[in-house]
């Protein structure tokens, strides 16, 4: 008998509204992250009638605590503050984490990254806690500068604290492994089986048109947009009538990313339109001509797995390890140094000219072994076996 995981991390509550229909009233996912990672994982789940308990955060909550229901699936949706949770160490927010996990009636918690939901999970004492680290915190605060740091040091009090660790790729995990002296396991990130269904609906030879590039980010400075931005431009040199959508937190209509665009000229053919549900955003990158993927830290990169599994060509910044993992360092797309614009704008106009070519074979049967919904479900369930035995 499979054991019930608590699941707690980012995710869009809307994107499970064909479980529970309520759900649909989200129309954003949480600020900050998309967080397919987690729906997927809860899905496959689902889809396989597995029982699973989940917790995420909302910014725009406007109750403390909202329970959602039915018979495979449980939510809890739990308001949270935008400014100050840092400071005090998530206290508000653990609280009312705590209320929600004293309703549920899993076997162990599952909590996602190393901020609010780790430092939730590792300050009770009622489940065993397993931490899933989908982050690099050395290498983002190198990126993100001081801005980073407050999150840095959160993540340092979890690793130090979590007895049960585990990491989204071998890069994640080698980092931890020399942090905390001791080996971590790897489970990759998932794709529901919807993914696998409609992963062929994509031909080698599009129609003639103006050239699509998309790329789903957020306006982070470990996302690269505002050089992507500046390197779509010269693109735009070869395509005049190339359109380059964005999509993620802070790239919608009038947001933060279009203000910088339009302020230095940098907007045009740019379709700015922000978080979108998960099918939405994968109809996007099915449909495009080229994923391009310029941040310089990943652990994992979903959206480069997801076009590897649709037959869609990518470009990517090899800074991000995570992605020149999951493309074996080039073979299944083109890499490129994300801080230099001229080469990542390069890179793009060569793959455009030359789709077909730009399609390598493998990169499917790569992402659908590594990611596959049977095999990392039953890593999980091992794993979780060992959490609850030790």
């Given at each position: 008998?499979?054991?019930?995981?608590?699941?707690?991390?980012f995710?869009?509550?809307a994107?499970?509204?064909?479980?529970?229909?309520?759900?649909?009233?989200?129309?954003?996912?949480?600020?900050?992250?998309?967080?397919?990672?987690?729906?997927?994982?809860?899905?496959?789940?689902?889809?396989?009638?597995?029982?699973?308990?989940?917790?995420?955060?909302?910014f725009?909550?406007?109750?403390?605590?909202?329970?959602?229901?039915?018979?495979l699936?449980?939510?809890?949706?739990?308001?949270?503050r935008?400014?100050?949770?840092?400071?005090?160490?998530?206290?508000?927010?653990?609280?009312?984490?705590?209320?929600?996990?004293?309703?549920?009636?899993?076997?162990?918690?599952?909590?996602?990254?190393?901020?609010?939901?780790?430092?939730?999970?590792?300050?009770?004492?009622?489940?065993?806690?397993?931490?899933?680290?989908?982050?690099?915190?050395?290498?983002?605060?190198?990126?993100?500068?001081?801005?980073?740091?407050?999150?840095?040091?959160?993540?340092?009090?979890?690793?130090?604290?979590?007895?049960?660790?585990?990491?989204?790729?071998?890069?994640?995990?080698?980092?931890?492994?020399?942090?905390?002296?001791?080996?971590?396991?790897?489970?990759?990130?998932?794709?529901?089986?919807?993914?696998?269904?409609?992963?062929?609906?994509?031909?080698?030879?599009?129609?003639?048109?103006?050239?699509?590039?998309?790329?789903?980010?957020?306006?982070?400075?470990?996302?690269?947009?505002?050089?992507?931005?500046?390197?779509?431009?010269?693109?735009?040199?070869?395509?005049?009538?190339?359109?380059?959508?964005?999509?993620?937190?802070?790239?919608?209509?009038?947001?933060?990313?279009?203000?910088?665009?339009?302020?230095?000229?940098?907007?045009?053919?740019?379709?700015?339109?922000?978080?979108?549900?998960?099918?939405?955003?994968?109809?996007r990158i099915?449909?495009?001509?080229l994923?391009?993927?310029?941040?310089?830290?990943?652990?994992?990169?979903?959206?480069?797995?997801?076009?590897?599994?649709?037959?869609?060509?990518?470009?990517?910044?090899?800074?991000?390890?995570?992605v020149?993992?999951?493309?074996?360092?080039?073979?299944?797309?083109?890499?490129?140094?994300?801080?230099?614009?001229?080469?990542?704008?390069?890179?793009?106009?060569?793959?455009?000219?030359?789709?077909?070519g730009?399609?390598?074979?493998?990169?499917?049967?790569?992402?659908?072994?590594l990611?596959?919904?049977?095999?990392?479900?039953?890593?999980?369930?091992?794993?979780?076996?060992?959490?609850?035995?030790?």
């Amino acid at each position: 008998m499979s054991l019930k995981p608590l699941i707690m991390g980012f995710f869009s509550p809307a994107s499970l509204q064909d479980y529970i229909p309520s759900l649909g009233e989200f129309h954003c996912p949480p600020q900050g992250s998309v967080g397919s990672s987690l729906v997927n994982l809860v899905r496959v789940r689902l889809e396989r009638q597995m029982p699973t308990d989940v917790i995420t955060c909302d910014f725009f909550a406007e109750q403390d605590i909202r329970r959602y229901e039915s018979e495979l699936l449980n939510v809890w949706v739990v308001k949270s503050r935008a400014k100050r949770r840092i400071r005090d160490g998530y206290l508000v927010e653990r609280e009312l984490i705590h209320r929600a996990m004293s309703e549920s009636s899993a076997d162990l918690c599952h909590a996602n990254w190393t901020y609010e939901y780790a430092v939730s999970g590792l300050t009770q004492s009622a489940l065993p806690c397993l931490v899933t680290v989908h982050d690099n915190a050395d290498r983002i605060l190198r990126v993100a500068g001081p801005c980073y740091l407050g999150s840095y040091l959160v993540t340092q009090w979890v690793l130090r604290k979590a007895r049960h660790l585990s990491a989204v790729s071998p890069y994640i995990a080698g980092c931890l492994g020399r942090k905390v002296g001791r080996d971590i396991p790897m489970i990759p990130n998932t794709f529901c089986d919807w993914l696998w269904v409609h992963s062929n609906e994509i031909s080698e030879a599009k129609p003639d048109g103006p050239k699509v590039i998309v790329s789903a980010l957020d306006w982070t400075r470990c996302k690269n947009v505002r050089r992507a931005l500046r390197a779509f431009q010269l693109v735009r040199r070869k395509y005049p009538g190339a359109r380059y959508m964005l999509m993620g937190s802070g790239l919608a209509e009038s947001g933060p990313a279009e203000r910088w665009a339009n302020a230095r000229g940098l907007s045009e053919g740019v379709i700015f339109m922000g978080s979108l549900d998960y099918r939405d955003s994968l109809k996007r990158i099915v449909s495009a001509d080229l994923l391009f993927h310029p941040s310089l830290e990943e652990s994992f990169g979903s959206p480069v797995a997801e076009a590897m599994a649709m037959h869609v060509p990518i470009v990517a910044a090899r800074d991000a390890e995570g992605v020149a993992w999951l493309m074996e360092n080039g073979r299944y797309g083109q890499l490129v140094s994300g801080r230099s614009i001229d080469m990542m704008a390069d890179a793009i106009v060569a793959a455009l000219k030359n789709r077909s070519g730009s399609i390598f074979e493998g990169a499917a049967d790569r992402i659908h072994e590594l990611c596959k919904p049977g095999k990392v479900l039953n890593e999980y369930e091992e794993l979780y076996a060992r959490v609850m035995r030790e």
